[in-house]
């Protein structure tokens, strides 16, 4: 082997071994975000048990400040304040935890360790929200431009933050996100887009479409004519014009005629009356 391969091969293996590295430390870095985050929770939970109310009251505020709590991450949080709530006698907000529980699962049974009345509470509210968290993802074309937007169209639990829609055009591997709505321009063809309702601790309440499922929106070419209520109107005024001309041409050759008919009648031979 020459000098020349063994240097490159060496580089090589050199960035091969650097590149498992970096990987190595963001695969660490992530596991110690979410160890982190799952810490918060239940050192809220063992804050509760052991009676310092406040304390847990805290905790699960700032876990649900986050943006990397799990669905059920976030189902302990609300379970657990229920209980704070319910031992405080705070009514307003135990109703307030209850009523975005449920919004979260709808289909999930109350706790074994709520009391009776706060599970008939549950069973009442279940009753009168009716549905989840629904959002809807909408697409629509002005000129050379395409918005597309987030909205949520149910809310029971008042649990939704934010309504974020996501987009990419063909050909694109990555979605682009933004909050409520984007817009892109000088877009052509087909564009796949989703939304989402994120709600406390970053969690996704409900979709329309998804990221492995995304909706799609075929956009008109902008050399297409624009057309409104259906086809051209062209030939529609061309026919009219026709019409009024030849309504034209009609009259003139009807007044000729009359003319001519009547300077014959003036200009003819006149018998005098005879006399008597």
């Avoid at 694109?172 to 063809?189: N, Q, V, Y």
């Avoid at 309702?197 to 297409?224: K, Q, Y």
């Avoid at 050759?253 to 009359?258: G, H, I, P, R």
């Amino acid at each position: 082997m020459t000098g020349g391969r063994a240097r490159a091969l060496a580089a090589s293996r050199r960035a091969g071994a650097l590149s498992v590295l970096v990987l190595a430390l963001a695969l660490s870095v992530h596991g110690a975000a979410r160890a982190q985050q799952r810490s918060i929770v239940e050192e809220g939970r063992a804050l509760y048990e052991s009676g310092d109310l406040g304390g847990a009251l805290d905790l699960l505020t700032t876990a649900e400040a986050r943006d990397d709590l799990t669905r059920d991450d976030l189902i302990r949080v609300l379970e657990t304040r229920v209980l704070i709530h319910h031992v405080q006698s705070d009514g307003d907000a135990l109703i307030t935890d209850l009523r975005a529980l449920v919004a979260l699962a709808p289909g999930r049974p109350a706790s074994a360790e709520f009391p009776p009345e706060v599970r008939d509470q549950m069973t009442r509210l279940r009753a009168d929200i009716g549905g989840p968290v629904r959002v809807r993802s909408e697409v629509g074309r002005s000129g050379s431009s395409v918005t597309a937007r987030a909205e949520i169209v149910a809310d029971p639990g008042r649990l939704s933050r934010v309504a974020r829609i996501h987009v990419r055009s063909a050909g694109e591997r990555t979605f682009r996100s933004s909050d409520r709505a984007i817009t892109l321009r000088g877009i052509e063809g087909a564009l796949e887009h989703f939304a989402e309702a994120v709600g406390p601790g970053g969690v996704v309440l409900a979709t329309d479409g998804s990221r492995d499922a995304p909706l799609t929106f075929e956009i008109p070419s902008t050399n297409d004519p624009v057309r409104t209520g259906g086809s051209s109107p062209w030939p529609w005024i061309g026919a009219g014009i026709g019409l009024v001309v030849a309504a034209v041409v009609v009259g003139v050759l009807v007044v000729a005629s009359s003319d001519s008919a009547t300077q014959s009648r003036v200009s003819g031979p006149v018998e005098a009356p005879d006399m008597p």
